[in-house]
Structure formats: structure tokens, C-alpha cells
């Protein structure tokens, strides 16, 4: 063989590795441009650090954990500050009323000392979501918990049965937040989350039915299956695996009943006198699911916390259900409360936190005698 033939012959065999190597570095670059485009997603819209991806649980799902200041906090129980985590939905939130500000002030007149109140509670946030974040918690030592649910997993039952998922997947919120456990690359490869992300928001439109609708659906859609109460057994285990956790934690847990004001007959009034029983005309009980729904679920899952609390020696139960006056002096719907409102929840919880906090903490400035909570009138 001469040396064209040669020449021309390796040239040959090294055409189809060069090809190689151009894809190669072409698979390479594409990869890296989607990686950098998915990162600039979760930094421009959620403000998650570029390299820390690993931080979208509370950037994107959860900044309630961020603007507490309880992801940056130490929180000990030999400090000087008496520290309390409060897991909840917007009834719990400085937006919908005053409870963090009372509590806050309540406690340290109880305790005697410098009390740090982390608000976890954020708006539609379901016992799961509670769980969650409880679980993202760990290694901080707590000295009190507030758990206070009860409507917002009411929602979850307004989907047919076989599509209800135990984890509230069937939720596309919940299908997300699901996700990040599974892509355990996310420290340093996030774009396989972000493009399942982006997918399930695809696929979350009722015109595929297959996730339960963001918001309540014009025509009422699902509302009869919020009628088959399915959450108990889910709002138990939630609840159940807080409590079980802040036992481990030596945390003590202050769990009271839901307040609702619903009455019975709801659905059989007219439009114009349920907004004249509410301050917030638009906050009708169907943002949650038809009113014999909601009804039935809230008072299953005080049921629940009812006697989950006499299982637990380091629960303090507080019954609510019916002991805030159903009026718009303290409801402005059928579960945010006034101030006047978050001030009859407070006197209904102190008893029941100064003794656990005597019981628990043996502290000395602790009044031993109150009268018992307020009522109904």
C-alpha cells in the first residue's frame, strides 16, 4: 500500500471519531446552556441561590421557613429564649390575624423570659405541609409547637376517590414537592427536577383532570366527592408522626381543636345571606369545597386531634370547635379571625399553655389558677 492509500485510509477511521467527539462536546454544551437556563429559573422566580439548588424546598415551596428566620436560627433549649414553632395554615399568619403577636406576648408573661415565636404556618397549607416542614426541622430544639389545622386538608377531599393519593399527590403542589426527594442530584444537577416540574404544571390543567384544580372550578366540578370524606386517615398519620417526632425531640406540643363557623344549613341559604354572615364576601366556604364537605371533614379531623391528644403525655389539648362566637365580630369567614376573634383563641389557649408549660418546664411565674375558657355565646 502506498502512502496516499494510507493517508487516505486513516483519514477515514478518524472521521466517524471526530464526528464523536463534535457530538460529544455539542451534548456537553447543550447540557450545561439547560442546566445554566434552569438555574437562572429558580434564581430569577424563586430567588434560590445559583449554587444551591438544594434550597428551592423552602425558596420555592415553603419561604415561610426563610422570613421566620428559623433556617438561620439556633435554636436550643438550654438558651435563654423560649422557642415556638407554629405549623398551621393563613389563620395562623400575621396576614389573616394576630395570633403570632398574642402568643408571642402570652408566653413570655408566662415563661418570664425572651420568647422567639417561628411562624411556619403559611396560606392553604394542609397538615402535610406541617409534616414537612417538622421534618426539615430537625436538630432544632423547640421548646413548644403550635399545631392548629383543620379546613385546608378539607380540600383535598374534592377529587373521586381513586385518583386520592395518601401523600395528597393527587395535588400538583404535592407532586412537586414529592419530586425533590426523589432527585437527590439536586446539588449540583438540577435540571431533571426543574424539567419534571415544569411538566407537572403542564399536566396540572382540568382539562386533563388529572390533578385536583388549583382553585375551585366554576361549575362546582368534584365538589359531590368532597362529599366522601377521605382525608381522616391521612390527617391522622400527619399528625400523628408530628407528635411522635416532638416526643423524640422533647418538644412539647400544644394541639386545639379547629374553629369553624359553618353552620349545618349553610347550603340551604341564599347567596346574599351567606355574604351577609361573612366580612370577606369572597371568601365563601366553596373556596374549600361544598359546605356539607368541608363540614364533615373539619369536624372528622377534630375528632382526631381529639384523641390523638390523650395518647401523648407531652400534648396539651385546647377544645376551639364552638367556643369563638359564630358572628362577623370575630369570623370574617368561615375560619379567619378577627382581632377581636384571635383574642377569644388566645384566652382559650392560655389555660391550657400555662400548665403545660408548668407541667413540662416547671417555670415558677406560672399562674397555677385561671378560669376556664371562654364560650360560646
Given amino acids: 500500500m502506498d502512502s496516499n492509500t494510507a493517508t487516505v485510509a486513516s483519514t477515514a477511521r478518524r472521521r466517524p471519531m471526530r464526528r464523536g467527539v463534535k457530538v460529544a462536546v455539542w451534548c456537553v454544551y447543550i447540557g450545561l446552556l439547560l442546566e445554566a437556563t434552569c438555574r437562572c429559573y429558580w434564581v430569577a422566580g424563586y430567588g434560590v441561590p445559583a449554587t444551591k439548588m438544594d434550597q428551592i424546598f423552602s425558596a420555592r415551596f415553603y419561604p415561610e421557613l426563610r422570613t421566620s428566620g428559623v433556617l438561620e436560627a439556633t435554636v436550643a433549649r438550654d438558651d435563654e429564649h423560649f422557642d415556638v414553632l407554629m405549623l398551621g395554615g393563613s ?40 409534616l414537612l416542614k417538622y421534618r426539615a426541622l430537625e436538630g432544632r430544639e423547640f421548646d413548644l409547637v403550635v399545631f392548629y389545622h383543620g379546613i385546608n386538608d378539607a380540600r383535598m377531599n374534592n377529587c373521586p376517590r381513586e385518583q386520592f393519593r395518601d401523600d395528597y399527590t393527587h395535588c400538583s403542589w404535592y407532586e412537586r414537592v414529592e419530586g425533590l426527594g426523589r432527585h437527590q442530584e439536586l446539588k449540583w444537577w438540577v435540571t431533571p427536577y426543574t424539567l419534571e416540574y415544569l411538566a407537572i404544571g403542564a399536566l396540572d390543567n382540568r382539562l386533563f383532570g388529572r390533578y385536583l384544580p388549583r382553585n375551585p372550578p366554576p361549575d362546582g366540578r368534584w365538589f359531590d366527592d368532597g362529599l366522601d370524606i377521605k382525608t381522616p386517615p391521612v390527617f391522622e398519620a400527619n399528625l400523628r408522626e408530628i407528635l411522635e417526632l416532638a416526643r423524640d425531640r422533647k418538644t412539647a406540643v400544644l394541639l386545639p381543636t379547629f374553629a369553624l363557623h359553618l353552620s349545618e344549613n349553610y347550603a340551604q341559604k341564599d347567596k346574599a345571606t351567606r355574604i351577609a354572615e361573612y366580612r370577606m364576601a369572597d371568601a365563601l366556604v366553596e373556596m374549600w369545597g361544598s359546605s356539607q364537605g368541608v363540614y364533615k371533614a373539619v369536624h372528622a379531623h377534630n375528632d ?73 355565646k
Fill in 91 to 130: 389563620v395562623l399568619t400575621n396576614d389573616f390575624g394576630t395570633i403570632e403577636k398574642r402568643l408571642r406576648e402570652e408566653t413570655a408573661r408566662v415563661t418570664g423570659r425572651p420568647v422567639h415565636v417561628f411562624n411556619g404556618a403559611g396560606v392553604g397549607m394542609t397538615s402535610r405541609d406541617s
Fill in 304 to 376: 382526631i386531634v381529639r384523641r390523638l391528644a390523650t395518647e401523648y403525655s407531652h400534648v396539651s389539648f385546647v377544645e376551639l370547635q364552638d367556643r369563638i362566637p359564630y358572628n362577623p365580630v370575630h369570623f370574617y369567614d368561615a375560619c379567619h379571625l378577627t382581632d377581636a376573634g384571635c383574642g377569644v383563641w388566645m384566652e382559650n389557649v392560655r389555660p391550657a399553655m400555662e400548665t403545660l408549660i408548668a407541667k413540662r418546664y416547671g417555670t415558677a411565674t406560672v399562674i397555677a389558677e385561671r378560669t376556664g375558657p371562654t364560650t360560646a
